[in-house]
T-cell receptor, first 108, second 112 residues
Framework: GQQVQQSPASLVLQEGENAELQCNFSTSLNSMQWFYQRPGGSLVSLFYNPSGTKQSGRLTSTTVIKERRSSLHISSSQTTDSGTYLCAMERYAQGLTFGLGTRVSVFP | ETAVFQTPNYHVTQVGNEVSFNCKQTLGHDTMYWYKQDSKKLLKIMFSYNNKQLIVNETVPRRFSPQSSDKAHLNLRIKSVEPEDSAVYLC???????????FGSGTRLLVI
């Protein structure tokens, strides 16, 4: 089964709305990372977040390693936030295992 | 500019041909990776490599091989492409095992 479960699979927002994306891991992990994937395919790192809460602009990531979960909060969404958000975990420096992503669409 | 650079952006080839994709990082990172994103958009690791160790995902077919001249370069060679190799191939690097990953923009391969 999928080791990294992301929810929801897709999300439609009106500009200005907030959103919460979830990531759950079925195994223990050492670290995790959130990415934004542009429609063209390139990945942009949002947060490297082994544990705790980190904020960057309108994005906040909270990871609780021992509970095997992480969340990404988008506040005051904008149309430029549209795209796919991926979370990934790592165990023992063996490379990242990705979820299938949450596709976010923000409309004006 | 420091980043992970991949070429080509896009490649179309016929079944049975050999292809090679280039990846270069100017970040001074120690480890480089190749990932494959399939038609279902799932990203999976193929290889990780530093100057000491090559780790291969056991599910990767033998026709795939990484090629490295130094720690800033990690190319991907596919000896005889098959239709299921159509995908986006993403190169990444990181400084050490406790740091974040930086990805390139990807190479989209179409096998016809």
């Amino acid at each position: 089964g999928q080791q990294v479960q992301q929810s929801p699979a897709s999300l439609v927002l009106q500009e200005g709305e907030n959103a919460e994306l979830q990531c759950n891991f079925s195994t223990s992990l050492n670290s995790m990372q959130w990415f934004y994937q542009r429609p063209g395919g390139s990945l942009v790192s949002l947060f490297y977040n082994p544990s705790g809460t980190k904020q960057s602009g309108r994005l906040t990531s909270t990871t609780v390693i021992k509970e095997r979960r992480s969340s990404l909060h988008i506040s005051s969404s904008q149309t430029t936030d549209s795209g796919t958000y991926l979370c990934a975990m790592e165990r023992y420096a063996q490379g990242l295992t990705f979820g299938l992503g949450t596709r976010v669409s923000v409309f004006p | 500019e420091t980043a992970v650079f991949q070429t080509p952006n896009y490649h179309v080839t016929q079944v049975g041909n050999e292809v090679s994709f280039n990846c270069k990082q100017t970040l001074g990172h120690d480890t480089m990776y190749w990932y494959k994103q399939d038609s279902k958009k799932l990203l999976k690791i193929m290889f990780s490599y530093n100057n000491k160790q090559l780790i291969v995902n056991e599910t990767v077919p033998r026709r795939f091989s990484p090629q490295s001249s130094d720690k800033a370069h990690l190319n991907l060679r596919i000896k005889s492409v098959e239709p299921e190799d159509s995908a986006v191939y993403l190169c990444a690097s990181r400084r050490h095992s406790n740091s974040d990953y930086t990805f390139g923009s990807g190479t989209r391969l179409l096998v016809i």
